[in-house]
């Protein structure tokens, strides 16, 4: 295909729900040029607790949707469906396709000057190990030590990132970190940024924390440039959004994750 037409071509991103936001906040201030279609497969969250086979299957059919979308490359803002179904849904499709596993792993081993490195993710990723292997290919020799925060999700979406209950629940399952002497964690979910600054609080100041949202979408950006696929429109880009279910306070929370107003947003049907 002519690469002048695929340039003008949205970014496809999805998300098993609307945590995915933040990974696109960070699309959204990196390239504020391209046109995003965004797809969260808010019926079936949580994508954490699933299995694999289902983990992919759900995946498959979203990548799918934005296929039918046209776009020109595809971002997994999910870190439970990057951990788990990256390589195939690479091999549907010749388009790129990004997930968050190995820009984060990567900033990680970057910033690491002890080489001990924490992960908190989903249970889902942290049983994949996928952040572990990953570090390994930057860094055979780094010690890595995971984590699943699972109650971490439900207190994002609740709203309750700064108040005494996130600080006890981040205290009993980050205090271990400290003791394993950690210098970089890394924030393995899309929900876990919104609590960055209990999370920081918690552990101190020495140790860095990392966003794999937005080494994501550096990531997404050097592609474009290396591809010649950037965007040469001068003006904002286009945001789109789908959703599969309007769960409670739906605008509140996509608001909260994305840090401002949500243009209109479409229910769809991805069976
Ligand atoms: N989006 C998921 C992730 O980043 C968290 C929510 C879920 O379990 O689906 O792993």
Same mark, same amino acid.
């Given at each position: 295909m002519d690469t002048k037409k695929l340039k003008k071509r949205p970014i496809g991103v999805f998300d098993? %729900?609307? %945590? %995915?936001l933040t990974v696109a906040k960070s699309l959204f201030d990196i390239l504020p040029n391209e046109d995003i279609i965004y797809l969260g497969d808010s019926a079936r $969250? /949580? +994508? %954490? !607790? &699933?299995?694999k086979e289902t983990i992919i299957l759900y995946s498959i059919e979203c990548l799918k949707f934005l296929l039918k979308k046209n776009v020109k490359c595809i971002v997994i803002a999910c870190n439970t469906a990057s951990a788990n179904a990256l390589p195939f849904l690479q091999k549907i499709t010749k388009i790129p396709v990004i997930g968050v596993i190995a820009p984060g792993a990567e900033a990680a081993v970057n910033k690491s000057k002890s080489e001990r490195i924490g992960v908190i993710a989903t249970m889902s990723t942290v049983q994949t190990d996928s952040y572990k292997k990953e570090i390994h290919k930057k860094n055979k020799g780094a010690k890595v030590f995971s984590k699943a925060c699972s109650l971490f999700v439900q207190l994002a979406e609740d709203g309750w990132t700064d108040n005494k209950i996130a600080e006890l629940v981040a205290k009993e399952y980050l205090s271990e970190f400290k003791s394993l002497d950690i210098d970089t964690l890394i924030l393995?979910? !899309?929900? +876990?940024p919104i609590l960055k600054s209990t999370i920081q609080k918690v552990l101190g100041r020495k140790i860095k924390l990392i966003d794999s949202g937005e080494e994501t979408a550096k990531q997404v950006k050097e592609i474009l440039i290396n591809k010649e696929l $950037?965007? /040469?429109? &001068?003006k904002a880009g286009e945001h789109k959004f789908f959703v599969t279910d309007f769960q409670n306070k739906f605008k509140e929370i996509s608001e909260r994750f994305l840090g401002r107003k949500l243009g209109k947003v479409q229910k769809i049907k991805l069976t």
């Open positions: 098993s %729900g609307i %945590g %995915g $969250l /949580p +994508y %954490g !607790t &699933k299995s393995g979910c !899309t929900h +876990y $950037l965007n /040469p429109q &001068k």
